[in-house]
C-alpha cells in the first residue's frame, strides 16, 4: 500500500515551495520558520479576541510600521491568510495596531498602525517593534483581519518566552507568534485561519 500525499502535506509543500522562492523571508543560515497554526482541512479558525480601547479607523495602508531610529526590538513578521480548507485568501484586509517598545500607544496619530490587502497568494508582511507590555497586558499586537465576504475576525497576537503572559487574563497559547532571531532583527510568522470555506 502506498502512501497518498494529504492535502495538509501537499499544501504544507506549496508553503515550503514559497518560503524558498522567498516569498516568506528565510532566516539567518537558510532556516525558516514553521506556519503557526498549522492549518488542518476544515479545522478551527483563528480566535476572536477583545478590540480594546485603542483601535482607530482609517489607518494609512503600509507593510512597514518600523521607522529606522525607532526604539524597539524590530521585527518582521509573515505568514498568510487562509480559508479553514487551507486556502489562501487573495484580497484579505489586515489591519494592525498596537503600543511602542514602552507600552504607549499612539491615540493622536498613526505611529505604529496601518492595513494592508493581501495578493493572490494570501501572503502579509508587517515590519514592525516588539510591543512593550503595561500594566495588566503582557506584549501582543492588535489585528483585524477580513477576507472579502468573510466575517470580521478580530484578535490579538503574542510573544514566547514572555513572564507576563501568565498573568494576562487574555492571553491564549494559540495566538504566539513563532520567532527567531536573523541578523539584529527578530523573524516571526503567524498564519491566520478565516471562518470561511
Not at 6 to 22: E, M, P
Not at 52 to 70: A, F, N, W
Not at 131 to 150: C, D, E, F, L, W
Request: hydrophobic share 35%; aromatic share 8%; glycine share 12%.
Amino acid at each position: 500500500m502506498t502512501d497518498r500525499p494529504t492535502r495538509r502535506h501537499i499544501l504544507a509543500s506549496g508553503a515550503l515551495a514559497g518560503i524558498a522562492s522567498g516569498l516568506l523571508p528565510e532566516l539567518a543560515l537558510g532556516q525558516t520558520l514553521p506556519p503557526t497554526p498549522e492549518c488542518n482541512d476544515h479545522g478551527p479558525a483563528t480566535p476572536r479576541q477583545t478590540e480594546g480601547p485603542y483601535y482607530k479607523p482609517k489607518s494609512p495602508e503600509r507593510t512597514d510600521l518600523y521607522v529606522s531610529g525607532m526604539a524597539g526590538q524590530p521585527i518582521e513578521i509573515t505568514g498568510r491568510i487562509l480559508t479553514r480548507r487551507c486556502q489562501p485568501v487573495a484580497g484579505a484586509l489586515l489591519d494592525v495596531w498596537q503600543a511602542d517598545h514602552k507600552g504607549d500607544y499612539d491615540n493622536a496619530g498613526f505611529t505604529l498602525r496601518g492595513h494592508q490587502t493581501t495578493g493572490p497568494d494570501g501572503l502579509f508582511r508587517l515590519r514592525t517593534v516588539v510591543p512593550g507590555a503595561y500594566p495588566g497586558r503582557t506584549r501582543h499586537i492588535h489585528v483585524k483581519v477580513q477576507g472579502k465576504g468573510a466575517p470580521l475576525l478580530t484578535t490579538q497576537l503574542y510573544f514566547p518566552g514572555e513572564a507576563l503572559n501568565a498573568k494576562d487574563g487574555l492571553f491564549r497559547r494559540d495566538l504566539l507568534i513563532r520567532t527567531a532571531k536573523a541578523e539584529g532583527w527578530l523573524a516571526g510568522r503567524f498564519d491566520f485561519v478565516l471562518d470561511m470555506e
